[in-house]
């Protein structure tokens, strides 16, 4: 068995490409009207399709119970770009204890969208502002390993 795609039920599903388009750089590279496949993975179906699928009108959006990850290796120009979108925000950009860089903040579809910055630019930048490769492996709560692999 293989994992194949997230998949996102929408209630307008133009809107929902433009916001994915807009906000995540992300394109639509298969296009089955009611269904959607954008770049990265993300599938996008309306709701109305998705309702016949599973033979229930019982579909609740904005339950705080899942998100889809992104990871930005630019993180500071992706949160300016973000200020400039009109998004709803779970949270601001907030700093994880191991030193990681996150936003939140919701789709069209009341959806969560966490954009983290990308795990070994964390760990570069902290090599950068002078921690030793031991200290970095600390902080972060990683194996010297994942240090070394980081320091290539």
Request: proline share 3%.
């Amino acid at each position: 068995m293989e994992f194949k795609n997230p998949m996102l039920v929408v209630e307008d599903i133009d809107k929902a490409v433009e916001f994915y388009k807009k906000v995540l750089g992300l394109h639509v590279i298969m296009d089955f009207g009611t269904n959607k496949t954008l770049t990265g993975g993300v599938v996008l179906q309306t709701v109305e399709t998705y309702r016949d699928f599973i033979g229930t009108d019982e579909i609740s959006f904005g339950n705080n119970d899942f998100e889809i990850y992104f990871e930005e290796d630019d993180f500071d120009n992706f949160a300016k770009k973000l200020e400039k979108c009109d998004v709803q925000y779970v949270h601001s950009i907030k700093e994880h204890a191991w030193g990681q860089r996150v936003v939140r903040f919701y789709d069209p579809d009341w959806h969560i969208i966490e954009v983290g910055e990308n795990i070994k630019v964390v760990c570069r930048r902290f090599l950068d502002s002078g921690m030793t490769p031991e200290q970095v492996a600390e902080r972060m709560d990683v194996p010297m390993k994942f240090v070394s692999g980081c320091m290539r």
